[in-house]
């Protein structure tokens, strides 16, 4: 899966689990908005859009885009 996709598919409804940094991470949504959360202490992050997680959401300070290439889905 690519970047793009990703982001298609959470828009589209789907929830994902990946790992940065050998660590768990989840992309999850409810009625209320979007969610990245960190499984080791369920630290997390809340979003309206998708658009705003992909563009606010961080992890160590950077966006899942910036990232991309280092997360293992």
Not at 41 to 57: H, I, K, M, P
Request: a negative charge; glycine letters at 8%; charged letters at 30%.
């Amino acid at each position: 899966m690519n970047y793009a996709e990703l982001v298609q598919r959470v828009g589209w409804g789907e929830e994902f689990q990946f790992y940065y940094k050998d660590e768990e991470y989840w992309i999850s949504l409810n009625k209320e908005g979007y969610y990245l959360t960190r499984g080791k202490d369920s630290y997390t992050q809340s979003f309206a859009t998708t658009e705003e997680l992909f563009r606010e959401g961080r992890i160590d300070g950077k966006s899942i885009y910036d990232i991309w290439e280092l997360i293992e889905i």
